[in-house]
């Protein structure tokens, strides 16, 4: 069983910044892509970023330049560092690995919430 862990939502000003984390545990035989996911009130889930084994990442347009995605294999962990953040930004946010044999596994989600 692969459980992932997330920390780092709050509640911060616009313009504001944070850092989510993300750890995966458990029978973990190979992780392809991590990434992170949000969905606001009301509206769909949607990527925000991905980064591959191999480093290359993927942003959503609204995030560029001010999301950064990183990864730690060793730690089986992936990071979203979150600069001037946006009331917009408002969701939760999932994190999300795929593994070789399992699939997609998603974490529960954190809360980010950016007051104006």
């Known amino acids: 069983q692969v459980q992932l862990v997330e920390s780092g939502g709050g509640l911060v000003q616009a313009g504001g910044s944070l850092r989510l984390s993300c750890a995966a545990s458990?029978?973990?035989?190979?992780?392809?892509?991590m990434g992170w996911y949000r969905q606001a009130p009301g509206k769909q889930r949607e990527l925000v970023a991905d980064?591959?084994?191999?480093?290359?990442?993927n942003y959503a347009d609204s995030m560029k330049g001010r999301f950064t995605i990183s990864r730690d294999n060793a730690k089986n962990t992936v990071y979203l560092h979150m600069n001037s953040l946006k009331p917009e930004d408002t969701a939760v946010y999932y994190c999300?690995?795929?593994?070789?044999?399992?699939?997609?596994?998603w974490g529960q989600g954190t809360q980010v919430t950016v007051s104006s």
């Open positions: 999300t690995i795929v593994l070789t044999d399992l699939g997609y596994i």
């Open positions: 458990g029978s973990i035989f190979s992780i392809n892509a």
């Open positions: 980064i591959t084994s191999g480093g290359s990442t």
